[in-house]
């Protein structure tokens, strides 16, 4: 039987030890935190239950096909709620449009900020369900050569959908520049931790996926995955070690030997798959004689995403006037876009993602109190920020806002408070520079073919799952890295 370990217990670990240990590879994973999840943790304390990462799930496609693959059914295991709307868009104006899958709802809500702009909706629509049918031909597929990214009908298709242009400007074009419209309907890309000032119009498929195929919520919270995945995982004899760090992925004769943890254990492997950031991993954990694809120059020379500033809330009050999900542009967007992405400075109005998931699921707090979450991007820890000093004046800009979203008094109604910061993704997770959603923006050249690839060319036995390689960030992405991962191990370790 071949021994894997993987290193972390993320999304994109849990998953792949799930395939692997179903296909008879004996499994351990080595978690660094006391709980598995990652990126995707979970915050319980006073009767609130918040996920501290991830609340947006789109393509629930990618989630069931991790089940499907092992013989289970995800709606069999779990209470999936489809929101409606997907959000709502609050302006700096107080003016704010709902964004519904239902197309009908739809039109109404984009009349309502621009009479007759219902047909510029459908052709926006249309040409991003073309992207996003040429995109998913980047996103499953593993890469060996340059040619399985570029061929002769993909470079026609990107040309002919001009997903190579920028995706504010041509957004802006399919809305006839109305500001409002292109920023409800450009700002996917953030998800992605690339400001739509910056993205390609490929990105636009995000926003068809997340309107066309619904955004679903789990009842519970996005954590009753990560539980559920530990449980199947458990059933199938997979060993998860929490605060269990790695400090060296062992090789010897540029093949992996195992594992050394910081405790001093060690444990052998035929097959070392490191879920956590693979800068991290090239930087840290695999000493300096072995051989290395990515160099610490190399690394620095990457574009790393964005990180975020996290508040959650406890509140005494049920608002069950709010949606789900809500997103706040702030009056100058682009001057705040500038400030994370290229300035690295504190943006002077943050925009914000606001959760607010007991409007759907009331278990998550006591009775007649809300959960709420706000996530504020920001720029990583490249920037010269101090954070004990920026998080208090982050706060009161976020609940500045709150006052005019939420209730005028919310200060007077939190009974319980945290934050997340820039620094603790690094600090608990190792975060490389404390990205929040994942470590490398996905820029033309460090998207498909051009991430890093899920397995080591120099080292025998050493492979890669998650955000970091392809085909990247977001949840959806890594239950598809898991598989061809998977895959992969499965060809080659027969
Ligand atoms: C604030 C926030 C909001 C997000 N919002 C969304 C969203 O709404 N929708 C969406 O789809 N995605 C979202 N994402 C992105 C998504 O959460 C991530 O892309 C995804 O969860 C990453 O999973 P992963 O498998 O790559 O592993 P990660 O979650 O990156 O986990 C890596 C694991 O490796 C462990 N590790 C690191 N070093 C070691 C070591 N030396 N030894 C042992 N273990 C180690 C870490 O502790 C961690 O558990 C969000 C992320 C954040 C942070």
């Known amino acids: 039987m071949k021994k894997v370990v993987i290193v972390g217990a993320g999304m994109g670990g849990l998953a792949t030890a799930l395939r692997l240990a179903d296909q008879g590879f004996k499994v351990t994973i080595c978690e660094k935190q006391p709980r598995p999840g990652g990126r995707s943790n979970l915050l319980e304390e006073n009767g609130f239950r918040l996920d501290m990462g991830p609340t947006i799930l789109v393509m629930k496609e990618a989630f069931e096909d991790t089940y499907r693959a092992i013989g289970e059914d995800l709606d069999e295991r779990l209470d999936f709620v489809q929101l409606d709307p997907n959000y709502r868009v609050y302006y700096h104006d107080d003016t704010y449009i709902d964004l519904y899958s239902n197309m009908a709802k739809l039109t109404q809500e984009v009349e309502k900020i621009e009479a007759g702009s219902a047909e510029n909706l459908f052709s926006f629509i249309g040409s991003s369900a073309r992207k996003y049918a040429l995109g998913m031909n980047f996103v499953d597929r593993n890469y060996d050569r340059l040619t399985d990214l570029a061929n002769f009908k993909s470079l026609q298709q990107m040309v002919s959908t001009r997903s190579h242009q920028n995706l504010y400007q041509q957004v802006s074009r399919f809305f006839n520049g109305n500001d409002k419209l292109t920023k409800a309907f450009s700002f996917h890309s953030m998800f992605l931790g690339l400001s739509p000032f910056d993205a390609l119009a490929m990105y636009s498929l995000i926003t068809y996926a997340d309107l066309a195929l619904g955004m679903w919520f789990p009842k519970g919270g996005i954590y009753r995955i990560v539980e559920d995945m530990v449980s199947l995982a458990e059933d199938r004899g997979v060993v998860i070690h929490t605060n269990a760090p790695v400090a060296e992925i062992e090789i010897k004769d540029g093949r992996i030997g195992g594992v050394r943890l910081e405790s001093g254990e060690r444990i052998e492997a035929d ?85 607010v998931p007991t409007v759907t699921d009331p278990n998550l707090a006591p009775d007649g109190h809300s959960a709420i979450y706000v996530l504020a991007p920001m720029p990583n820890l490249s920037a010269n920020i101090d954070w004990n000093l920026a998080a208090p004046i982050v706060r009161d800009q976020l609940l500045d806002q709150l006052e005019h979203i939420i209730d005028p008094n919310i200060r007077e109604h939190i009974v319980w408070e945290r934050d997340y910061r820039p620094t603790d993704w690094q600090t608990d997770i190792n975060a490389a520079l404390g990205t929040a959603f994942g470590s490398f923006s996905h820029d033309f050249m460090q998207s498909a073919y051009f991430r890093p690839h899920n397995k080591s060319k120099m080292i025998d036995g050493l492979y890669f799952v998650g955000q970091s390689t392809y085909p990247g960030i977001g949840m959806p992405m890594v239950h598809i890295s898991a598989k061809l991962v998977s895959e992969r191990i499965l060809a080659e370790w027969p």
């Open 271 to 355: 097959i070392v798959i490191s879920n956590a950031d693979l800068p991290y991993t090239y930087r840290n954990l695999i000493n300096g004689n072995a051989p290395k694809e990515y160099s610490a120059q190399k690394l620095d020379r990457m574009s790393y995403a964005c990180s975020g500033y996290i508040l959650y809330l406890g509140l005494d009050q049920p608002y069950p006037h709010m949606r789900h999900q809500s997103l706040y542009f702030s009056e100058d967007y682009k001057a705040n876009l500038e400030a994370i992405f290229n300035k690295k400075t504190l943006p002077e109005d943050p925009s914000f993602h606001l959760s």
